[in-house]
């Protein structure tokens, strides 16, 4: 009974990555179909709709989306829109969440905001691997101090400390490696596979 428990375990271990990856992707393809499908049916001639055609549509304008944010002119339209949606109470939570999730997703935004990878050694001799996110904290006349976010296992959130210089010391990691290894509780380290 308990190989049949591991053997479970295993196989849970293996599929859920992949069924959870499948899922979103599955309900981002019917959203977008479902709804510039539906707008694509009015708006063209009878007979040019074809399934799959709101899928692409979607693919399309996402990518003049992310053209058009280097123009300057689109930079302000989209600056404006954010800081109605930051005025807004209940809306601005959600919506500085998602946009700080979706810049996070970015490689080279998470590589702007996570600067390096150290280990934070405490008082009791204890170490944490926390991420230095800024140089500097404010009202720091020492300029010793340093901003480290220590994230927690298995779930988004963590903790911003200012830490003295002496106690970081290099991780050795680059920044997808050390949070693998962080928010897995250190199940998954470098270089191992999630699957084994």
Known sequence: MKLLGRWFLQGLV?????????????????TAESTLGAALQVALPD??????????AAFVVITLVGLLVN??????????????????????TLFDSIRDIARFAQPEKRQEGIQRVVKVTLDDGLS???????????????????????PMSYQIGGFTVAVDEKRLEDAGM??????RFVLTA???GQGKDSTK
């Open 14 to 30: 293996a599929l859920l990555p992949i069924a959870l990856t499948l899922a979103i992707l599955y309900w981002l393809a019917t």
């Open 47 to 56: 007979g040019w709709y074809f399934p799959g055609l709101g899928i692409l």
């Open 71 to 92: 123009a300057y002119l689109f930079r302000l339209l989209l600056g404006g829109i954010n800081k109605v949606l930051e005025r807004i109470p209940l809306v601005r």
């Open 128 to 150: 944490v691997y926390g991420f230095v996110t800024s140089e500097t904290v404010p009202g720091d006349s020492s300029g010793n101090l340093k901003s480290v976010y220590l």
């Open 174 to 179: 680059d920044v997808q490696s050390a949070m």
């Open 186 to 188: 250190g199940m998954v």
